[in-house]
Nanobody, 116 residues
Framework: QVQLVESGGGLVQPGGSLRLSCAGS????????MSWHRQGPGKGREMVAA????????NYADSVKGRFTISRDNAKNTVYLQMNGLKPEVAAVYYC?????????WGQGTQVTVSS
């Protein structure tokens, strides 16, 4: 069955960096675009970044442009989210997402906390 497993979250100081990973299994990873989303306390889930199958095209929420970078390694069935210059307001649970035509899947999420 389809599984998405995120990792790499944690506590980081303001201005620091984290790299999140999402390992996909149970489907043809390289044939599907992937995306990262986040949900902060008391907020709805929002899309952060998306990437096409070959990694050549990416899309970002305006709030993270220039600081976050999404990438993928199809040989490792993994999509990444490099986050730099972290601010307290980006603290959230980060989820990776896979969308098929008639269904979608989410990982369990990884917590990102930004605090001094």
């Amino acid at each position: 069955q389809v599984q998405l497993v995120e990792s790499g979250g944690g506590l980081v100081q303001p201005g620091g960096s984290l790299r999140l990973s999402c390992a996909g299994s149970g489907y043809a990873f390289s044939r599907y675009g992937m995306s990262w989303h986040r949900q902060g306390p008391g907020k709805g889930r929002e899309m952060v970044a998306a990437i096409t199958t070959d990694g050549r095209t990416t899309n970002y929420a305006d709030s993270v442009k220039g600081r976050f970078t999404i990438s993928r390694d199809n040989a490792k069935n993994t999509v990444y989210l490099q986050m730099n210059g972290l601010k307290p307001e980006v603290a959230a649970v980060y989820y990776c997402n896979l969308r098929f035509t008639t269904s979608e899947y989410w990982g369990q999420g990884t917590q990102v906390t930004v605090s001094s």
